[in-house]
């Protein structure tokens, strides 16, 4: 059963029932108000006629007792005018019937004797051999004390009971008719609140038919329950979309930037495979010669292999902290003493790229002492990272300086380069995987694309940021934002010593 028959029938019953009970309350109420004022009407004519009866014989000889016990009333008179009227004795038998009553035969009731000799009224219902309704109320009559007889009034209902039939078919047909409109606007409002999740089923099977994720829901009503159901479902594909790129991106960029070193140690496995193969007592082979291209291949294959083994590490690190595994061991870290540290190896790293360590000048700015909660390792590579790119994207005679400011809570580390600098339309990717802003240096220097992704992924983890300001032939400036440790919490710090979030 679909949810649209389901509301469309939980909306006829519930309007149904409620319905049905209003109009068995309205008729229970008209038909009890009806009968009650029908009643004391009756009962008011029979007491007004009981007691002008009572007027008429007090001053006669009213009562003559035969051995039967009989009670003969005199000639007395009974004026009715829309009810019939009859006086009975104690037997039940009529003596006296009013004109306007005629020859309608009126049904004895069992009890109701009971009830006037008791000295209560009674009343019932009939029902003519015409089809009519007629009320029968029985007052007793009373002289000396003592039950005589009763007046009895009889007055036709048939118009009442009419009125009564008319009103329950109506609230029938009405509750009906309102219960058959009710199911067809029911089904019209579940079907119009329900479309959008036709659209969204048909958005997300189109999706699985055609692999297209660039399709989206279209719903103008977003302020309702569904259309935020449907911003919802377009904000998941945005970011599925957006991850199968990456995904694709980065299998694209993992093949091209594998294949380049299996290539070159291919090509120098084949070229020792060859030397290998020529005789060594041929006299026209320098030795020497064939050492040194081996030591060269050598070395290539070695350099080769350590640049696949680092980018296989380095993706291990990204995808460790795509899954939330990244191991993080937290602890106090004094950042001016480790900004020494990176400063130090950034001379180094200055040898290694440039071919001499005055070829760049690397200063250190500003230097306030401060603490951090963090991994010393981690916090390490990022700032080797930042000083490396430095270097390779530096000419020679540039400057980096390097800076450490603690104000307002944040430990900022700060490297700043005079160098090619970055396009503002190129900083928005630069910490995406594999991007690189000069492919052709970053080839040159053997740098995959994935230091600034990690970069940002380590400082994430510190619940920090790196921010980037840049402009292009002046320098970029890269700074490391943490947050700062506070000494109040110095003893629950060094409690976290070793602790590994993930």
Same mark, same amino acid.
């Given at each position: 059963?679909?949810?649209?028959?389901?509301?469309?029938?939980?909306?006829?019953?519930?309007?149904?029932?409620?319905?049905?009970?209003?109009?068995?309350?309205?008729?229970?109420?008209?038909?009890?108000?009806?009968?009650?004022?029908?009643?004391?009407?009756?009962?008011?004519?029979?007491?007004?006629?009981?007691?002008?009866?009572?007027?008429?014989?007090?001053?006669?000889?009213?009562?003559?007792?035969?051995?039967?016990?009989?009670?003969?009333?005199?000639?007395?008179?009974? =004026?009715? #005018?829309?009810? &019939?009227?009859?006086?009975?004795?104690?037997?039940?038998?009529? /003596?006296?019937? @009013? !004109?306007?009553? *005629?020859?309608?035969?009126?049904?004895?009731?069992?009890?109701?004797?009971?009830?006037?000799?008791?000295?209560?009224?009674?009343?019932?219902? =009939?029902? #003519?051999?015409? &089809?009519?309704?007629?009320?029968?109320?029985?007052?007793?009559? /009373?002289?000396? @004390? !003592?039950?005589? *007889?009763?007046?009895?009034?009889?007055?036709?209902?048939?118009?009442?009971?009419?009125?009564l039939t008319q009103v329950n078919r109506y609230l029938i047909l009405g509750t009906a008719i309102s219960i058959i409109l009710a199911a067809i606007?029911?089904?019209?409002?579940?079907?119009?609140?329900?479309?959008?999740?036709?659209?969204?089923?048909?958005?997300?099977?189109?999706?699985?038919?055609?692999?297209?994720?660039?399709?989206?829901?279209?719903?103008?009503?977003?302020?309702?329950?569904?259309?935020r159901l449907a911003g919802t479902f377009n904000d998941m594909l945005d970011r599925i979309q957006r991850l199968f790129q990456a995904q694709e991106?980065?299998?694209?960029?993992?093949?091209?930037?594998?294949?380049?070193?299996?290539?070159?140690?291919?090509?120098?496995?084949?070229?020792?495979?060859?030397?290998?193969?020529?005789?060594?007592?041929?006299?026209?082979?320098?030795?020497?010669?064939?050492?040194?291209?081996?030591?060269?291949?050598?070395?290539?294959?070695?350099?080769?292999?350590?640049?696949?083994?680092?980018?296989?590490?380095?993706?291990?690190?990204?995808?460790?902290?795509?899954?939330?595994?990244?191991?993080?061991?937290?602890?106090?870290?004094?950042?001016?003493?480790?900004?020494?540290?990176?400063?130090?190896?950034?001379?180094?790293?200055?040898?290694?790229?440039?071919?001499?360590?005055?070829?760049?000048?690397?200063?250190?700015?500003?230097?306030?002492?401060?603490?951090?909660?963090?991994?010393?390792?981690?916090?390490?590579?990022?700032?080797?990272?930042?000083?490396?790119?430095?270097?390779?994207?530096?000419?020679?005679?540039?400057?980096?300086?390097?800076?450490?400011?603690?104000?307002?809570?944040?430990?900022?580390?700060?490297?700043?380069?005079?160098?090619?600098?970055?396009?503002?339309?190129?900083?928005?990717?630069?910490?995406?995987?594999?991007?690189?802003?000069?492919?052709?240096r970053s080839r040159e220097f053997g740098g995959s694309g994935l230091g600034l992704s990690i970069a940002l992924r380590i400082a994430q983890a510190?619940?920090?940021?790196?921010?980037?300001?840049?402009?292009?032939?002046?320098?970029?400036?890269?700074?490391?934002?943490?947050?700062?440790?506070?000494?109040?919490?110095?003893?629950?710090?060094?409690?976290?010593?070793?602790?590994?979030?993930?």
């Amino acid at each position: 059963m679909t949810i649209r028959l389901r509301l469309t029938l939980w909306y006829t019953a519930l309007l149904g029932t409620t319905l049905i009970l209003f109009s068995v309350t309205v008729y229970s109420s008209l038909a009890a108000n009806l009968r009650s004022q029908l009643e004391q009407s009756a009962a008011t004519q029979a007491r007004n006629i009981a007691d002008a009866v009572i007027q008429q014989v007090q001053g006669d000889v009213v009562v003559i007792r035969t051995s039967a016990d009989t009670v003969f009333f005199p000639q007395v008179e009974l =004026f009715a #005018s829309s009810f &019939g009227a009859q006086l009975i004795d104690i037997n039940g038998e009529v /003596v006296k019937r @009013s !004109e306007n009553l *005629g020859d309608i035969p009126i049904p004895k009731q069992d009890g109701t004797l009971q009830h006037i000799l008791a000295g209560d009224d009674d009343h019932y219902y =009939f029902i #003519s051999q015409d &089809g009519d309704a007629f009320l029968v109320y029985t007052v007793p009559l /009373v002289i000396n @004390s !003592e039950v005589v *007889g009763a007046i009895q009034i009889i007055q036709s209902v048939t118009t009442a009971v009419t009125a009564l039939t008319q009103v329950n078919r109506y609230l029938i047909l009405g509750t009906a008719i309102s219960i058959i409109l009710a199911a067809i606007v029911g089904a019209f409002l579940a079907r119009r609140a329900l479309a959008p999740i036709d659209t969204i089923t048909e958005t997300a099977s189109t999706i699985t038919r055609t692999r297209d994720l660039g399709n989206r829901i279209d719903i103008p009503d977003n302020a309702s329950e569904v259309g935020r159901l449907a911003g919802t479902f377009n904000d998941m594909l945005d970011r599925i979309q957006r991850l199968f790129q990456a995904q694709e991106r980065l299998i694209g960029d993992v093949s091209h930037e594998l294949r380049t070193p299996l290539t070159t140690i291919q090509g120098n496995v084949e070229l020792m495979q060859r030397m290998a193969a020529t005789p060594v007592g041929n006299g026209n082979i320098d030795l020497k010669a064939v050492a040194g291209l081996f030591q060269e291949s050598l070395g290539e294959v070695q350099a080769e292999s350590e640049r696949m083994n680092k980018m296989i590490s380095d993706l291990l690190l990204l995808a460790q902290a795509d899954s939330g595994a990244l191991q993080i061991h937290m602890a106090p870290v004094e950042m001016d003493t480790l900004l020494l540290d990176v400063y130090r190896q950034a001379r180094r790293l200055v040898e290694r790229y440039k071919g001499r360590t005055d070829a760049l000048d690397i200063r250190l700015g500003s230097e306030d002492q401060a603490v951090v909660l963090g991994d010393r390792d981690r916090l390490h590579q990022v700032l080797v990272n930042l000083v490396e790119n430095a270097v390779k994207y530096t000419p020679e005679g540039g400057t980096i300086t390097l800076s450490l400011e603690n104000k307002d809570g944040w430990v900022k580390i700060g490297v700043a380069d005079t160098g090619i600098g970055i396009s503002m339309e190129q900083q928005e990717f630069i910490f995406e995987r594999f991007y690189r802003t000069d492919k052709a240096r970053s080839r040159e220097f053997g740098g995959s694309g994935l230091g600034l992704s990690i970069a940002l992924r380590i400082a994430q983890a510190h619940n920090g940021k790196i921010t980037v300001a840049s402009k292009l032939q002046e320098g970029s400036t890269f700074t490391l934002w943490l947050p700062e440790a506070h000494e109040a919490s110095g003893d629950a710090q060094l409690d976290l010593k070793n602790t590994v979030i993930v």
